[in-house]
């Protein structure tokens, strides 16, 4: 089983555990409408466009809407069963919803006060390391500094800009990750000017 595939089954157990109506990390949605999202970006392709295109980002309101009004359970299960068939995600599942699950399953866990960080594998961390060498520089594209991606174990990604100022987020993969991806209930050691830290934290580090 890949790592996409078992955190998809812990973040479905997880929205069981604490219900349709708490809270996430995403913004103010529950966790039914975080539900709603997995389910249309999986099943339908029509609307999911407007993820990325906001000429079609009513359309995606629209059914997101419409798709959150069904069974919790329901969603659950559409969910956990992942993408259909005949969906172009199905084949490259174990990839393009590593990142996803694992974001999405700590959206909804660290949204709940006293949260604390799972213990990940030495491999499950590696592959996180792996996604968040690819999207650096997009994620940090606006950094006014160079910014330094560094983990205890000595790993380093370094995203340039034209500034010796330079800004080292040091974590384990999985947290170095979810900042990336704008999260900012993270536990990371910030290392570099005040002034320049404050700046790459207040970044927006939409993908």
Not at 53 to 64: N, R
């Given at each position: 089983m890949s790592m996409a595939q078992r955190e998809r089954r812990a973040l479905v157990e997880t929205m069981a555990a604490v219900g349709p109506d708490a809270p996430t990390l995403c913004g103010k949605w529950t966790v039914r409408e975080l539900a709603a999202h997995l389910v249309v970006r999986e099943r339908r392709p029509?609307?999911?466009?407007?993820?990325?295109?906001?000429?079609?980002?009513?359309?995606?309101?629209?059914?997101?809407?419409?798709?959150?009004?069904?069974?919790?359970?329901?969603?659950?299960?559409?969910?956990?069963?992942?993408?259909?068939?005949?969906?172009?995600?199905?084949?490259?599942?174990?990839?393009?919803?590593?990142?996803?699950?694992?974001?999405?399953?700590?959206?909804?866990?660290?949204?709940?006060?006293?949260?604390?960080?799972?213990?990940?594998?030495?491999?499950?961390?590696?592959?996180l390391w792996s996604v968040l060498r690819k999207m650096a520089r997009i994620a940090y594209r606006k950094a006014p500094v160079t910014v330094v991606l560094a983990t205890p174990d000595g790993d380093r990604a370094v995203v340039p800009a034209q500034s010796e100022a330079e800004v080292t987020l040091t974590g384990k993969p999985s947290e170095l990750l979810l900042h990336a991806f704008g999260r900012d209930e993270v536990r990371m050691e910030t290392t570099g000017a005040p002034g320049d830290v404050r700046a790459v934290l207040a970044l927006d580090r939409s993908v």
């Open positions: 029509d609307a999911a466009a407007g993820i990325m295109l906001p000429s079609f980002a009513g359309y995606l309101d629209s059914v997101q809407a419409k798709t959150a009004r069904k069974p919790f359970q329901e969603l659950l299960e559409e969910v956990r069963t992942g993408p259909p068939w005949w969906s172009p995600l199905r084949p490259v599942d174990a990839v393009a919803n590593l990142s996803e699950m694992f974001i999405h399953h700590e959206d909804v866990r660290r949204a709940a006060p006293g949260w604390e960080p799972r213990t990940l594998s030495d491999a499950d961390e590696g592959r």
